[in-house]
T-cell receptor, first 109, second 116 residues
Framework: GIQVEQSPPDLILQEGANSTLRCNFS?????LQWFHQNPWGQLINLFY???GTKQNGRLSATTVATERYSLLYISSSQTTDSGVYFC???????????FGTGTRLKVLA | KAGVTQTPRYLIKTRGQQVTLSCSPI?????VSWYQQTPGQGLQFLFE???????NKGNFPGRFSGRQFSNSRSEMNVSTLELGDSALYLC???????????????FGPGTRLLVL
C-alpha cells in the first residue's frame, strides 16, 4: 500500500519565524489533505490539495503530484500554531486515508 | 451545519469487555471512516463505509467491526477488549457525491477509550 512520510518529525521555532513541512507519498493519489491536531485531539482541516497550490492566510500548501510530495508553509508563526501537523493521502483506486507520522511543531513566544 | 459528532467522548472499560462507539456524520455526507490513534502506532485507518457498505478495511483483527445505517450514522464495535486497544478513536465523514474519494474529510472530536 501507499507509504506517507513526513519531515521533520519535530520543529521548534521562535514566534515570527517561517517554516516548511514536507510530506512524501509513494504512489499516485486521489486525495491529499493537511491537518492540524490540537491539544485535545481534534483534527482540523487545513487544506484539501491533491495537486496545485492553495493559500489561506499565513498558511499555504503545494502538492506536486508527479513528484509525489506536498509542502505546507507556515509564515510568521504564532504560539497558537503549536501542535502536530499531519498529511494524509488516499491512493488512487482506494478509499482509505493513510496518515503520515506527523510533524510536532512548537512555537516559542 | 453541525459537524461530525461522536459519542461517548470518554470511556473506561476492562479487559474482555466489548464497546460500541457511535459517529454521526455531517448532514448529507454518505461516507464515514474510522481511525485509531495511539502514541506508538500513530493514526491508523480502520474501515470506511459508504451507503451502508464497507468499501475498505485496514489491518486490524476481526474484533474490530463496524456498520453504517441508512441515515449514514455509523457505529464501530470492539469485542474482547485488550489493554492495547486504549486509544483515541476518530471518525470522519465526506460527501463522496460521486462515490469517490476525492473530497475533503471532516473529523469528529474523537472518543478516548481506556482499557484497564
Amino acid at each position: 500500500g501507499i507509504q506517507v512520510e513526513q519531515s521533520p518529525p519535530d520543529l521548534i521555532l521562535q514566534e515570527g519565524a517561517n517554516s516548511t513541512l514536507r510530506c512524501n507519498f509513494s504512489d499516485s493519489v486521489n486525495n491529499l489533505q493537511w491537518f492540524h491536531q490540537n491539544p485535545w485531539g481534534q483534527l482540523i482541516n487545513l487544506f484539501y490539495i491533491p495537486s496545485g497550490t492553495k493559500q489561506n492566510g499565513r498558511l499555504s500548501a503545494t502538492t506536486v503530484a508527479t513528484e509525489r510530495y506536498s509542502l505546507l508553509y507556515i509564515s510568521s508563526s504564532q504560539t497558537t500554531d503549536s501542535g502536530v501537523y499531519f498529511c494524509a493521502a488516499v491512493a488512487s483506486g482506494t478509499y482509505k486515508y493513510i496518515f503520515g507520522t506527523g510533524t510536532r511543531l512548537k512555537v516559542l513566544a | 451545519k453541525a459537524g461530525v459528532t461522536q459519542t461517548p467522548r470518554y470511556l473506561i472499560k476492562t479487559r474482555g469487555q466489548q464497546v460500541t462507539l457511535s459517529c454521526s456524520p455531517i448532514s448529507g455526507h454518505r461516507s464515514v471512516s474510522w481511525y485509531q490513534q495511539t502514541p506508538g502506532q500513530g493514526l491508523q485507518f480502520l474501515f470506511e463505509y459508504f451507503s451502508e457498505t464497507q468499501r475498505n478495511k485496514g489491518n486490524f483483527p476481526g474484533r474490530f467491526s463496524g456498520r453504517q445505517f441508512s441515515n449514514s450514522r455509523s457505529e464501530m464495535n470492539v469485542s474482547t477488549l485488550e489493554l492495547g486497544d486504549s486509544a483515541l478513536y476518530l471518525c470522519a465523514s465526506s460527501s463522496s457525491l460521486a462515490g469517490g474519494s476525492q473530497e475533503t474529510q471532516y473529523f469528529g472530536p474523537g472518543t478516548r477509550l481506556l482499557v484497564l
